[in-house]
């Protein structure tokens, strides 16, 4: 595996942690369009994706979606992954774009590989570092779109 100043993920490295996501999480497939998550509600597990794409999202009022960010293959959703660490619910609505398959890590399987891997643990949090950067550009071109209307 790559040292955590190494952020690339070469196919062996993934299928490495993956074979670790499995032992300790349970693969659930679900549809394009699924919702994996609701606004407010509180976040149990963290999805590892191992096939397709999710985004996050909310609604101003009923008005049109504002994605948040997105997660693919290979990643967990940075800003869910926030929510468990923080222990608070999601602020966000979390949609399948694609059927998309993931092993559905729990909080404490979460907190117990972060503490015996240091390669998960620094690849978590840069997944939380990048969707957090995600949200604060959505934000400004909101901002922007908004000023500019």
Same mark, same amino acid.
């Given at each position: 595996?790559?040292?955590?100043?190494?952020?690339?993920?070469?196919?062996?490295d993934l299928s490495g942690v993956i074979?670790?996501?499995?032992?300790?999480?349970?693969?659930?497939?679900?549809? +394009?369009g699924a919702r994996l998550f609701a606004a407010g509600r509180p976040v149990d597990m963290m999805p590892f994706l191992l096939t397709g794409?999710?985004?996050?999202?909310?609604r101003a009022g009923s008005g049109p979606q504002n994605v948040l960010c997105r997660a693919r293959a290979g990643e967990g959703c940075?800003?869910?992954?926030?929510?468990?660490?923080? +222990? +608070?619910?999601?602020n966000a609505n979390v949609i399948a774009e694609t059927d998309v398959a993931f092993v559905a890590i729990?909080?404490?399987?979460?907190?117990?590989?972060?503490?015996?891997?240091?390669?998960?643990r620094a690849r978590t949090f840069r997944s939380v570092c990048d969707h957090l950067a995600d949200l604060s550009t959505a934000i400004e071109d909101r901002v922007l779109s908004q000023r500019m209307a």
């Open positions: 595996m790559p040292t955590s100043s190494d952020t690339s993920m070469n196919e062996s074979d670790m996501l499995v032992r300790y999480a349970p693969r659930v497939d679900v549809p +394009q794409t999710v985004r996050s999202e909310d940075g800003l869910i992954t926030a929510c468990i660490l923080a +222990q +608070q619910p999601d729990s909080r404490d399987s979460l907190n117990a590989l972060l503490s015996v891997s240091s390669d998960i």
